[in-house]
């Protein structure tokens, strides 16, 4: 599957989903995610929701997850982790990201749900890959019977997973996902840890962003150090010495950021 060309707007992404209507017992009638401090409601008013403070201390907790990790796929498993153990009755979370033309890269955790997600990604349907799609929060109150995705049906009920919510996720100029929860039975998830989910995804964009943005930093560096190393050995011009590692990215079948990292490893070691 490929990340979707068009960006939609955060305002009209909004407005979408507020215009949703359920359909075939299902339902994405779910509010905005933007600006969600002010449309969404707090614990102690009528319309109920998660307390102002404790949803803070939930997104500072998740601020320091995502960004002491090591690497995107690290902080990915992090948040899954996080969501499944702090959200109420919820016994998985899934995040997929699908970057600009690159491969899926995706987490999990729960006790359960692995082939569902695994056949999901594979297929490139089912309610989190539809989310990102369409980037509107995505629903399913019965999820085995669910008429939508009938070809997922038997590995839900192997998974026992009963219902979803999938809410999207757009890391800009980076890539687009959805983080998917799964409750512990049938029926709608509860909104008040629907908005909570929607909260944390919403706190993830910017964090995988940030972190994007220092593996990209990092990457850059090393690419260079052994483009240092192929001048050195060949005793070639720049240009060439970024076709030489391009070209062994390309014949190896990795990226170039692990093929200069393994470059300037072996070079250490034979000066040694």
């Known amino acids: 599957m490929s990340a979707p060309k068009r960006r939609v707007p955060a305002a009209q992404r909004g407005a979408r989903l507020a215009r949703r209507t359920p359909k075939d017992g299902t339902s994405s009638l779910t509010p905005p995610r933007r600006n969600s401090r002010h449309t969404a409601p707090v614990a102690g008013t009528a319309s109920g929701g998660p307390h102002p403070v404790e949803l803070a201390g939930l997104l500072h907790e998740v601020t320091v997850r995502l960004l002491t990790a090591d690497s995107l796929h690290q902080a990915l498993d992090r948040f899954a982790a996080f969501a499944t153990a702090t959200l109420p009755g919820i016994v998985r979370c899934s995040v997929a990201l699908i970057g600009e033309g690159g491969p899926l890269t995706a987490a999990g955790s729960g006790p359960a749900g692995e082939t569902f997600d695994q056949q999901q990604y594979e297929g490139s349907t089912g309610p989190g890959m539809e989310a990102a799609r369409t980037r509107t929060v995505v629903t399913a109150d019965d999820l085995p019977a669910d008429g939508r995705w009938p070809e997922l049906a038997d590995a839900a009920r192997a998974d026992g997973l009963r219902a979803v919510a999938a809410i999207p996720l757009d890391v800009r100029?980076?890539?687009?996902?959805?983080?998917?929860?799964?409750?512990?039975?049938?029926?709608?998830?509860?909104?008040?840890?629907?908005?909570?989910?929607?909260?944390?995804?919403?706190?993830?964009?910017?964090?995988?962003?940030?972190?994007?943005?220092?593996?990209?930093?990092?990457?850059?560096?090393?690419?260079?150090?052994?483009?240092?190393?192929?001048?050195?050995?060949?005793?070639?011009?720049?240009?060439?010495?970024?076709?030489?590692?391009?070209?062994?990215?390309?014949?190896?079948?990795?990226?170039?950021?692990?093929?200069?990292?393994?470059?300037?490893?072996?070079?250490?070691?034979?000066?040694?």
Do not use: K, W
């Open 173 to 272: 100029r980076t890539a687009v996902g959805a983080v998917s929860i799964y409750p512990d039975r049938a029926g709608a998830v509860d909104p008040e840890v629907l908005v909570t989910a929607m909260a944390l995804a919403g706190q993830a964009e910017v964090l995988l962003g940030e972190l994007h943005r220092r593996e990209a930093l990092t990457e850059g560096a090393e690419v260079d150090r052994a483009v240092g190393v192929i001048i050195a050995q060949r005793g070639c011009g720049v240009q060439e010495a970024y076709a030489v590692l391009q070209e062994s990215a390309q014949r190896l079948g990795l990226d170039r950021g692990t093929v200069a990292t393994r470059l300037v490893a072996a070079a250490a070691r034979n000066s040694s």
